[in-house]
């Protein structure tokens, strides 16, 4: 046997300085084989007898402790350490063919041997990953994660478990080789990771906001007297106490129970809390991860596991006071009190039907370490238990609770009893808690307002070259006050940082205020922002505004950091949101505050470039918009990739080129009219290359090594024939030529932005960026005023000598501005007539999209006809094609068309899958004709259509022994009648029905 050779397997146990290294790539303990079982059993008898330091040596095997759990090696090879294996080593007879890895391996399967034969069959784990966030369930799965070992074998052994750990990590034989035994204690090796908290992290003394328990004792007297049973007195338990209910219409309960030695247990049901609804379906989905085909739970299985996380619930609960859940009651006239809960059985274990339970010990709030094990596994905060429906607002926490607060608004009537409760309730009212303590946990802790300004700062200058989504889960870079700012978009980081309630608003206005002073202070006064243009009180369309409108601050103080956009969103928002009064941290890039287009609809703005590009061509002699190949997407269900379309216009002093996609995307491009637009051309292409960092690699190819058509100048890279030439980042490999511009603005999905390389150009400083991205340098107010941005472009407007002098550079009578528009064409018949760019410039956003489908379907042009069809059909959730809008199914219309081809068939399938009939619809064959005789009865060979049959009989679900024809006849007897208004054969056609009949 070889001793300890310092590499260990990769289990840290020793070091390669050790004295007795003797040089070899295997690390074997200093027994053999036949020994490991009694060295175990005497390492669990050291356990649990002595304690052991961080590390440790046990008979000559050194290890480490660490949270309670012991690790120690058994075996190992390292193949970086074998020298045996490095070019004209000199064979060494005595080691087997496999080398030192195969001495490892042999070493690592007889310890499994031995250890299975003198203790059974070992208990196989595999990492268990459970709930929302797939987080490992317990301390071994862990382990297991973090050392990349996917099986464990464990053996109970009493109060310890031994678990050993062999893997390779990577190809057997050729990789590293590790063998570990862990040994832990068996609540660790069962349970989940809530065994490893230690008792602090139960505290939570700001969950009642700071009420002393008399006070809440007081509160409860008063809602259950009001409302339920009053005061009862739990009888035959060991503790005395008193218990008081309060139910709700929607049967939210509330259970206090208060002991008379001054301790007191909360139990609450909220029906609709994310518990009750998500919780039980998440364990089943837990438990059953492994399944393959995994049946949706039944009701029977939703309950056990609901009662199965209550029973985990409670566990931690002390006993006595637990004792006091199910005991009976008398109210004061010795009767017996019903229990507002519900109860069921676990096993012989009454169990209540709760969504959460917390208890005061008599010094500090706590709640229990599996609740917040489930809450961590479900991405749960308290609210998510119904404390908030059940605890802070019935009882309003952190506020006042006097008679005013509840007969504000009742009769005469009302307020003389609640004032007869009042004055009858036997508990005085206590001073109210601190500022901070009424808050709760909703106000940040253990920070300074200064510091978490500098905090916001940190995190806008870091944005800049970190993702908040990769990063590390303990980089606190991206925290305030220890919440997390979460990415929305990419363009807007946001973190709720305080709540408050209606009740406790003041408190949340007052903290604000010192917050907003600290940022005056760091970064000086503020803008204001708004969700709508003041001028016109249109909403703004930007992400920042969007998160204001959510949740009903229309207004926010903001400043200018790091080149992004600081607001400190807060206040009570108006009760239609219902929403809590909040104080929000929002931090955006500079274009995602103002809409480049000031509201203006993309396909209004496509449009308005269409109607100003074509009277530019006609007035000026200006290049008419026209279409352009590109890589974008291809059409849903279908290999089609529509052209898009580019032009350009003149905006005062300076060029606009725009192109426009299918898939409502874009790509706007400045530089000036004048001279300056050669010293533009004369940039380095690497610099244009980042102007244009951070577009869509498919918008990239717009304008990536085009002819520009006499649109723009390009600026082309040397040496760009070099196929070796290093790729840029964020371009096309092959891109040898870009345009020469000055500013880039692309549109996604939503709205309008900046290139990045463009914002990197207001990347420091807490000046107004707007000053850079929307000048006059780079064109934007000229734009903005050319196309009319967020107001109407008429052709009133564009007859005006002031517009058409600086947009056409001559001039525009009415009659020409009117035809430019009238140029565009009704939908329906640019529909049925016209290209998708076409039916796209007519339309201002998708119209109802069945409305205009039978008319693209019955378009001549084959390519024109599917790409405007299945533009229509994207969303086959968002179109019912069952519906007919004539005697003809959209089916029927498709198969009229005299253009009808084989490569049709993407297009009938998508017809089919938004509902079309396959038959001859709702007026039967008398008024329309089956889609097989219309294909039978066309002038062509039956090989030009054959796959649309195929088609039709595998998902039109058709019954060909149906009639079919006025005279009654089936699709299979006229085709076997063989007479067709043409000279073709049907006997291919025949056999594909016959076939499809006998099926």
């Avoid at 980089?475 to 305080?498: K, N, P, W, Y």
């Amino acid at each position: 046997m070889t001793e300890d050779t310092g590499t260990n397997g990769g289990t840290g146990g020793t070091s390669a300085d050790d004295e007795d290294d003797d040089g070899l790539p295997i690390f074997e303990p200093p027994f053999g084989l036949d020994d490991v079982p009694g060295f175990c059993e005497r390492l669990v008898d050291h356990l649990i007898s002595s304690e052991t330091g961080e590390e440790f040596t046990f008979e000559g095997v050194e290890g480490e402790q660490a949270q309670g759990v012991w690790i120690l090696p058994l075996g190992g090879y390292d193949p970086k350490e074998d020298r045996t294996l490095t070019e004209g080593a000199p064979a060494d007879r005595e080691l087997p063919p496999g080398g030192y890895a195969e001495v490892a391996d042999t070493w690592a399967q007889g310890v499994r041997r031995v250890l299975r034969e003198s203790w059974g069959t070992p208990l196989v784990r595999t990492p268990k990953l459970v709930g929302v966030s797939m987080e490992p369930e317990g301390i071994l799965d862990y382990l297991m994660v973090a050392v990349r070992i996917e099986e464990a074998e464990m053996w109970d052994r009493g109060a310890l478990c031994c678990v050993l750990l062999t893997s390779w990590d990577g190809e057997p034989m050729t990789s590293m080789l590790r063998q570990i035994l862990v040994v832990m204690p068996r609540e660790y090796a069962f349970g989940g990771m809530a065994v490893l908290a230690d008792d602090e992290i139960t505290v939570h003394d700001l969950l009642m906001h700071g009420e002393h328990l008399t006070e809440l004792r007081r509160r409860a007297w008063l809602m259950s007297a009001l409302a339920g049973q009053g005061e009862v007195r739990v009888r035959d338990t060991a503790l005395e106490a008193s218990r008081f209910s309060l139910r709700a219409r929607n049967a939210t309960t509330t259970v206090w129970t208060f002991t008379d030695d001054g301790r007191a247990l909360v139990l609450m049901q909220d029906p609709q809390s994310d518990f009750v609804s998500s919780a039980a379906e998440q364990l089943i989905a837990d438990q059953l991860a492994e399944a393959e085909h995994a049946d949706e739970p039944s009701e029977e299985q939703l309950e056990e596991a609901q009662l199965i996380l209550i029973a985990r619930m409670l566990d931690g609960v002390p006993e006595d006071l637990r004792e006091l859940i199910a005991a009976r009651t008398e109210n004061g006239r010795g009767e017996p009190a019903e229990h507002e809960l519900e109860f069921r059985m676990l096993g012989d274990q009454p169990l209540p039907l709760i969504s959460g339970a917390v208890w005061f010990d008599g010094e500090h709030w706590r709640v229990t370490r599996s609740l917040l094990e489930i809450g961590s596994l479900n991405d749960f905060g308290m609210d998510d238990f119904g404390f908030a429906e059940a605890v802070r607002k019935p009882y309003r926490l952190g506020g006042s609770f006097t008679l005013e607060d509840f007969s504000g608004r009742t009769s005469e009537d009302r307020r003389a009893q609640i004032e007869q409760v009042f004055a009858a309730c036997p508990y005085p009212e206590q001073p109210r808690p601190s500022d901070a303590e009424r808050l709760g946990y909703g106000l940040p802790r253990d920070t300074t307002h200064a510091e978490m300004v500098l905090e916001i700062e940190r995190a806008t200058e870091k944005w800049w070259d970190f993702d908040p989504e990769q990063v590390d889960v303990q980089d606190r870079t991206f925290r305030v006050g220890g919440r997390e700012l979460r990415a929305m978009g990419g363009r807007v980081l946001r973190s709720v940082i305080a709540l408050a309630e209606p009740w406790s608003v003041d408190v949340l206005q007052a903290w604000v205020t010192e917050l907003s002073d600290a940022m005056e202070n760091r970064w000086g006064p503020a803008f204001e922002m708004q969700a709508r243009e003041p001028k016109t009180s249109m909403e703004r369309k930007t992400p920042v505004a969007r998160v204001m409108r959510a949740v009903g601050l229309m207004n926010a103080p903001m400043w200018w950091v790091n080149g992004h956009a600081v607001l400190l969103i807060a206040g009570a928002p108006d009760p239609s949101y219902a929403e809590e009064p909040q104080a929000i941290i929002v931090i955006g890039r500079a274009d995602a505050v103002i809409d480049l287009m000031r509201g203006t609809r993309t396909w209004e703005l496509r449009q308005r470039t269409r109607v100003i590009g074509a009277l530019a061509a006609q007035v000026a002699g200006e290049a008419a918009p026209h279409e352009i190949s590109w890589r974008g997407p291809s059409l849903a269900g279908s290999d089609l990739r529509p052209n898009a379309v580019r032009g350009r216009i003149r905006a005062d002093d300076h060029y606009w080129v725009w192109h426009f996609a299918h898939d409502g995307r874009g790509l706007l491009m400045s530089y000036p009219v004048d001279d300056t637009a050669a010293a533009v051309a004369r940039s380095s292409f690497e610099d244009q290359a980042e102007l244009f960092r951070g577009v869509p690699v498919d918008l990239l190819s717009l304008v990536t090594d085009r002819d520009p058509a006499g649109l723009y100048p390009v600026v082309t890279r040397p040496g760009g024939a070099d196929p070796d030439r290093p790729p840029i980042p964020g371009l096309l490999r092959t891109a040898t030529s870009l345009p020469a511009v000055q500013a880039v603005f692309w549109r996604d999905e939503s709205d309008w932005r900046a290139s990045t390389g463009m914002l990197q150009q207001v990347r420091t400083g807490t000046g107004n960026p707007f000053a850079t991205l929307y000048s006059d340098a780079t064109g934007v107010p000229q734009l903005q005023w050319a196309v009319g941005a967020g107001e109407s472009l008429t052709p009133d407007i564009l007859a005006d000598d002031r517009y058409s002098s600086v947009v056409f550079g001559n001039r525009v009578t009415l009659d020409e501005a009117e035809a430019a528009y009238a140029q565009l064409g009704d939908v329906h018949q640019v529909a049925l007539t016209g290209t998708l760019n076409q039916f796209l410039d007519t339309v201002l956003g998708m119209p109802a999209r069945r409305y205009v489908l039978d008319a693209a379907l019955a378009n001549p042009d084959p390519r024109n006809r599917r790409e405007l069809a299945m533009l229509l059909l994207e969303d086959v959730d968002d179109i019912d094609a069952s519906i007919q809008l004539s005697h003809l199914t959209p089916i029927n219309v498709l198969f009229e068309n005299p253009t009808l081809e084989a490569d049709d068939l993407l297009l009938l399938i998508r017809l089919l899958e938004a509902g079309a009939q396959a038959g001859p619809g709702l007026g039967g064959p008398s008024v329309a004709r089956h889609p097989l005789v219309q294909l039978a009865d066309r002038d062509a060979e039956e090989a030009e259509f054959e796959p649309l049959v195929h088609t039709l009989l595998m998902r039109g679900e058709l019954d060909l022994h149906a009639p079919a024809l006025p005279d009654g006849r089936s699709v299979l007897d006229y085709v076997e009648a063989g007479v067709f208004p043409h000279r073709y054969s049907r006997a291919g056609l025949l056999d594909q029905l016959r076939e499809a009949a006998a099926a």
